[in-house]
Structure formats: structure tokens, C-alpha cells
């Protein structure tokens, strides 16, 4: 399959392949849009099966990094990087010096940072060929680890469900089950818990199963168990597509609110789980705190107090998608995908307009 008529191409303003033989880099950085900004989003270091499966996950991620940083009111639009390789064997300083050098060649374009497989260290070493990249923990701006932002607005998404599907404002006593206790599901777990929330947890790490157990008094369910646990809200925090036509019908609970990125299979999923009653809040917007976090680094002086009225709002944001889905008995999903595409497109219209008034004047 070709680059133009892939199917997962959605219109990329620009499409880098990166080589080089003496590091051994493999890397494509597709930029979405730069109509809101600069293509932010994280770089992932991923061992593919072939190319088409890179090309495919970057194209994707980066289409989904515009709608999120839309979503999120960001003056940012969206882009990703997938570099092919094993990030546990394949790591070297040349290697992610050379990364550096191809995403400082498109001039601020595109700012990178963590993703998947690539760790704060890796990018301190981007750095230091480019001053196009984020999330560092050294630096004027520096924002660090944004796992707990990312958290604390999956708590504020999880708040705004319950409100618009269970008619109350407190998680207090409700029964939410979590799937992953890394970076994200951990922190999460401690704002449900801090809120009154009573705890169901699954990670493939027994360690930090029986961590959560001991610290939250939640009840371990085994791995494959806690999707279809009987309670109020599950949360995924662990992987992408594991809403699927397989296991939607199996759900037992009215709500699926989580951190995951690419929680939906199939893009159709989103109107199976509105079929089966299931409320689901938009992976892309719930999980934009760490982006948001991210974002405040970018420009320049990270302001906490920014970061944290934004990553509230994140609840503002979902109640009017939950409201417009509705009103126009659509899946919250196609409601988020069609409200980002107008912020762009207006953006878009903006920007033409004014070339169009600067040609008149
Ligand atoms: P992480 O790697 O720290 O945590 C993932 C956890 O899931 C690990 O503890 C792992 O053991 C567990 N896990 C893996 N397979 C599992 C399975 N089958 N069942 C149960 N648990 C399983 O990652 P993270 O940073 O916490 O991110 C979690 C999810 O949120 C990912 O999908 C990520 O893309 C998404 N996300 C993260 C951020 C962020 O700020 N870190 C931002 C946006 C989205």
C-alpha cells in the first residue's frame, strides 16, 4: 500500500521517512496538522512487524494528536513519531542523536517526546540536537513525568460521566474497576480511592496488584476478568482496542472512562458500545492532562496554575460531548471526532480569511 491512498492517511500535511545506515535509525515523523500550531505528540519506539505496520500506527496516532490537542483548547495541532526497533535492545546515544538532527531539520514543525518504549533520558539526549522537543525533566520549562496530570484528568472525566449518566456529583461509594496500574491507573487509583471510591484492580505485575491492595483496600480480579467486572465504571489503563465488537456485549457496567489510548478496536465501535447503553468517554479527550502538562512546557514558562485550570475543564469538555451525543443520538466518539474537525476547519477558515483581508487591504 502506498503513502497518498493509505488508508490511515487522513490528509497528513507531511510524511518524513528518516534513515540512517551507520545508527541504524528507522523512523517515520508524520505531521497531521499545524493549523492550531506546531504537531505536537510523543515519539514511540516499537519492534513492527513491517513497515506498513509503522506507517499505519503513526499515521494514526498523529491524526489522533490533532484531535486531542483540539479537544483540549491547545494552541498545538498534531503530529507523532514511530521509530522500528526493540527499546530494549536497539537504544543507543547515536541512534536518538541522529532522530534529533531529522526532526530539528523541519525547523519547529513538529516537537517531540516520550512515548511508548522511549523513556525522559532518551529525550534529554534528543535535546541536545534539538531544541523542538518536550517533556524533559531539565530545562527553564521543565514539566517532567505527566502521568499524574493525565490522571487527575481521567478522574475529572470519570466525575463528569457519572454526573451525566448516574445523576450525582461524588464517585463516593461507587464501584470502579481499573485495568493497569502503570504511570497512569496507579495515580488514578489514589484520587478514587482519596474520593471514596470503591476499587477493583488488574495488572499482568502481581507486585503492584497486591501494592494497590494493601494501599486503596481494593480487590485484585484476574487480567482477563476485569473488563466484565460488575460495577459502575471501568476504567482501562493499560491497552489500546480492547473495546471490540468481541467484548462490548460482555460489558457489565453503564460507563467506560479510562486513560488508554485507541480504547476502540474499530472506529464503529463507539456506536456498538451507544447501542448497548454504554456510556463512553472519548479515550483522546479524557487522557489529554499529560498533553495539557506538556503543552505548558512548550510554551516556554510553565505555569502550574494553566495546567491545572485546563485539566479541570477537562470535565467541561466531556459533559458537552455527552449532551451534543444525545441531542443528536450519535456515539460520544463520532461526536468528539466531528467537534475536533470544526475546531480546525474554523481555524482553517480563519487563517484564509485573514490572507484574504490582508490581499484586499
Ligand atoms: P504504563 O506502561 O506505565 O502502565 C501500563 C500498565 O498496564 C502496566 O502496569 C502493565 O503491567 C499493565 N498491563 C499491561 N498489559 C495488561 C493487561 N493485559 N491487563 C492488565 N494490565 C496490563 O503506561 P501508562 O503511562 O500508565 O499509560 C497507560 C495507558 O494510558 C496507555 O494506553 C497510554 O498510551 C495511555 N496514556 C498515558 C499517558 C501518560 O501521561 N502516561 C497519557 C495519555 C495516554
Given at each position: 500500500m502506498g503513502v497518498y491512498n493509505h488508508e490511515a492517511f487522513a490528509d497528513h500535511e507531511q510524511v518524513v521517512f528518516c534513515h540512517d545506515e551507520k545508527t541504524g535509525l528507522k523512523a517515520i515523523i508524520a505531521v497531521?496538522?499545524?493549523?492550531?500550531g506546531p504537531a505536537a505528540g510523543g515519539c514511540r519506539m516499537w519492534a513492527y512487524r513491517d513497515d506498513d505496520a509503522a506507517l499505519c500506527d503513526v499515521l494514526r496516532l498523529s491524526k489522533g494528536m490533532s484531535y486531542k490537542n483540539a479537544m483540549a483548547g491547545l494552541n498545538l495541532g498534531g503530529g507523532k513519531a514511530v521509530i522500528i526497533g526493540d527499546a530494549k535492545t536497539d537504544k543507543s546515544e547515536e541512534l536518538f542523536r541522529c532522530y534529533g538532527r531529522f526532526v530539528d531539520s523541519l525547523g519547529g514543525k513538529y516537537i517531540t517526546a516520550e512515548d511508548v518504549g522511549i523513556s525522559v533520558s532518551d529525550m534529554e539526549v534528543v535535546s541536545q540536537e534539538t531544541p523542538h522537543v518536550a517533556g524533559l525533566n531539565s530545562g527553564l520549562a521543565a514539566s517532567g513525568d505527566p502521568s499524574p496530570f493525565t490522571a487527575r484528568g481521567t478522574f475529572n472525566g470519570i466525575r463528569a460521566a457519572v454526573k451525566h449518566r448516574l445523576g450525582t456529583e461524588s464517585v463516593r461509594g461507587l464501584k470502579v474497576a481499573v485495568q493497569g496500574l502503570g504511570h497512569v491507573g496507579w495515580h488514578l487509583c489514589k484520587y478514587l480511592h482519596e474520593a471514596g471510591a470503591v476499587l477493583f484492580v488488574a495488572d499482568i505485575n502481581d507486585e503492584v496488584v497486591q501494592h494497590a491492595v494493601k494501599e486503596f483496600g481494593a480487590t485484585a480480579v484476574p487480567c482477563d476478568e476485569i473488563l466484565f467486572a460488575s460495577v459502575d465504571v471501568i476504567a482501562p489503563c493499560a491497552l489500546g482496542a480492547v473495546l471490540n465488537e468481541t467484548s462490548i456485549p460482555l460489558l457489565k457496567t453503564s460507563i467506560v472512562a479510562g486513560a488508554a489510548n485507541n480504547q476502540l478496536a474499530k472506529t464503529s465501535d463507539g456506536e456498538l458500545l451507544r447501542t448497548w447503553d454504554i456510556l463512553y468517554a472519548p479515550d483522546y479527550v479524557i487522557n489529554a492532562g499529560g498533553i495539557i502538562n506538556v503543552a505548558a512546557e512548550i510554551e516556554g514558562s510553565y505555569d502550574r496554575k494553566w495546567v491545572d485550570t485546563k485539566v479541570a475543564a477537562i470535565y467541561d469538555v466531556l459533559m458537552d460531548i455527552f449532551e451534543r451525543a444525545d441531542k443528536e443520538k450519535g456515539s460520544t466518539s463520532d461526536i468528539a471526532d466531528l467537534i475536533a474537525q470544526e475546531k480546525i476547519d474554523s481555524a482553517v477558515k480563519a487563517v484564509t480569511k485573514g490572507k484574504q483581508d490582508q490581499i484586499v487591504a
Amino acid at each position: 500500500m502506498g503513502v497518498y491512498n493509505h488508508e490511515a492517511f487522513a490528509d497528513h500535511e507531511q510524511v518524513v521517512f528518516c534513515h540512517d545506515e551507520k545508527t541504524g535509525l528507522k523512523a517515520i515523523i508524520a505531521v497531521h496538522s499545524t493549523v492550531l500550531g506546531p504537531a505536537a505528540g510523543g515519539c514511540r519506539m516499537w519492534a513492527y512487524r513491517d513497515d506498513d505496520a509503522a506507517l499505519c500506527d503513526v499515521l494514526r496516532l498523529s491524526k489522533g494528536m490533532s484531535y486531542k490537542n483540539a479537544m483540549a483548547g491547545l494552541n498545538l495541532g498534531g503530529g507523532k513519531a514511530v521509530i522500528i526497533g526493540d527499546a530494549k535492545t536497539d537504544k543507543s546515544e547515536e541512534l536518538f542523536r541522529c532522530y534529533g538532527r531529522f526532526v530539528d531539520s523541519l525547523g519547529g514543525k513538529y516537537i517531540t517526546a516520550e512515548d511508548v518504549g522511549i523513556s525522559v533520558s532518551d529525550m534529554e539526549v534528543v535535546s541536545q540536537e534539538t531544541p523542538h522537543v518536550a517533556g524533559l525533566n531539565s530545562g527553564l520549562a521543565a514539566s517532567g513525568d505527566p502521568s499524574p496530570f493525565t490522571a487527575r484528568g481521567t478522574f475529572n472525566g470519570i466525575r463528569a460521566a457519572v454526573k451525566h449518566r448516574l445523576g450525582t456529583e461524588s464517585v463516593r461509594g461507587l464501584k470502579v474497576a481499573v485495568q493497569g496500574l502503570g504511570h497512569v491507573g496507579w495515580h488514578l487509583c489514589k484520587y478514587l480511592h482519596e474520593a471514596g471510591a470503591v476499587l477493583f484492580v488488574a495488572d499482568i505485575n502481581d507486585e503492584v496488584v497486591q501494592h494497590a491492595v494493601k494501599e486503596f483496600g481494593a480487590t485484585a480480579v484476574p487480567c482477563d476478568e476485569i473488563l466484565f467486572a460488575s460495577v459502575d465504571v471501568i476504567a482501562p489503563c493499560a491497552l489500546g482496542a480492547v473495546l471490540n465488537e468481541t467484548s462490548i456485549p460482555l460489558l457489565k457496567t453503564s460507563i467506560v472512562a479510562g486513560a488508554a489510548n485507541n480504547q476502540l478496536a474499530k472506529t464503529s465501535d463507539g456506536e456498538l458500545l451507544r447501542t448497548w447503553d454504554i456510556l463512553y468517554a472519548p479515550d483522546y479527550v479524557i487522557n489529554a492532562g499529560g498533553i495539557i502538562n506538556v503543552a505548558a512546557e512548550i510554551e516556554g514558562s510553565y505555569d502550574r496554575k494553566w495546567v491545572d485550570t485546563k485539566v479541570a475543564a477537562i470535565y467541561d469538555v466531556l459533559m458537552d460531548i455527552f449532551e451534543r451525543a444525545d441531542k443528536e443520538k450519535g456515539s460520544t466518539s463520532d461526536i468528539a471526532d466531528l467537534i475536533a474537525q470544526e475546531k480546525i476547519d474554523s481555524a482553517v477558515k480563519a487563517v484564509t480569511k485573514g490572507k484574504q483581508d490582508q490581499i484586499v487591504a
